[in-house]
């Protein structure tokens, strides 16, 4: 599956593992400077452009500019670029910092039922997640925490392998905290979604 880095803006991101290879990049507004930073070309560059540098802007291969009065977020229309381009890959990165309203925005866009059709990574704070909308499996170190949030409702018949506590087709409504820190047992493991919007972090 063709794959794309989604660079977002705000506060530069803090890595601590390698990014996994893409064949395009896509920078959201000042995400063009963190890809800079980070050692990498960006092919496109979206956004109302109000926080990228001009050298920014000057290295990015294709610029798509909106206006700053507009509908969507630059994370939208940066997932709807890739998703026109035909990338159903895409990892995510950023960083929790800034702004709250922001960083709780785009983590609800990304569980967003428009994007469904996207395998969707994050990598935000040192943390990776996954947007899980029906069947998930990974590989994680055993010992690794993970956890469990229901996103924009209750995520109904949750299924889980290879986890300290499983679940067993149950339901995880939005805001409990029974989904935080379980326990990886088993390296694979497995999480099946019967209806609902599962957001899973892995801490390794």
């Given at each position: 599956?063709?794959?794309?880095?989604?660079?977002?803006?705000?506060?530069?991101?803090?890595?601590?593992?390698?990014?996994?290879?893409?064949?395009?990049?896509?920078?959201?507004?000042?995400?063009?400077?963190?890809?800079?930073?980070?050692?990498?070309?960006?092919?496109l560059l979206v956004g109302d452009l109000d926080s990228v540098s001009a050298s920014g802007r000057l290295a990015a291969i294709e610029?798509?500019?909106?206006?700053?009065?507009?509908?969507?977020?630059?994370?939208?229309?940066?997932?709807?670029?890739?998703?026109?381009?035909?990338?159903?890959?895409?990892?995510?990165?950023?960083?929790?910092?800034?702004?709250?309203?922001?960083?709780?925005?785009?983590?609800?866009?990304?569980?967003?039922?428009?994007?469904?059709?996207?395998?969707?990574?994050?990598?935000?704070?040192?943390?990776?997640?996954?947007?899980?909308?029906?069947?998930?499996?990974?590989?994680?170190?055993?010992?690794?925490?993970?956890?469990?949030?229901?996103?924009?409702?209750?995520?109904?018949?949750?299924?889980?392998?290879?986890?300290?506590?499983?679940?067993?087709?149950?339901?995880?409504?939005?805001?409990?905290?029974?989904?935080?820190?379980?326990?990886?047992?088993?390296?694979?493991?497995?999480?099946?979604?019967?209806?609902?919007?599962?957001?899973?972090?892995?801490?390794?």
């Amino acid at each position: 599956m063709r794959h794309t880095l989604i660079f977002l803006g705000g506060p530069a991101p803090a890595l601590t593992a390698p990014l996994p290879p893409a064949e395009f990049v896509i920078a959201a507004d000042r995400g063009g400077d963190h890809a800079l930073a980070l050692g990498y070309s960006v092919d496109l560059l979206v956004g109302d452009l109000d926080s990228v540098s001009a050298s920014g802007r000057l290295a990015a291969i294709e610029i798509e500019q909106h206006p700053v009065d507009k509908d969507e977020t630059d994370l939208e229309l940066a997932l709807a670029a890739a998703e026109r381009r035909g990338f159903l890959s895409i990892t995510v990165v950023g960083s929790l910092g800034g702004r709250p309203d922001h960083a709780l925005g785009n983590l609800l866009a990304l569980a967003a039922q428009r994007w469904a059709g996207l395998a969707i990574e994050i990598r935000v704070a040192g943390a990776t997640g996954w947007v899980v909308h029906q069947d998930f499996c990974r590989t994680l170190p055993e010992g690794s925490s993970v956890s469990l949030l229901a996103l924009g409702g209750p995520a109904v018949g949750v299924q889980t392998t290879g986890l300290r506590w499983p679940l067993h087709g149950e339901i995880l409504p939005s805001g409990t905290g029974r989904g935080l820190s379980n326990q990886v047992v088993d390296n694979q493991i497995t999480v099946k979604v019967a209806s609902g919007v599962l957001l899973l972090w892995a801490l390794t």
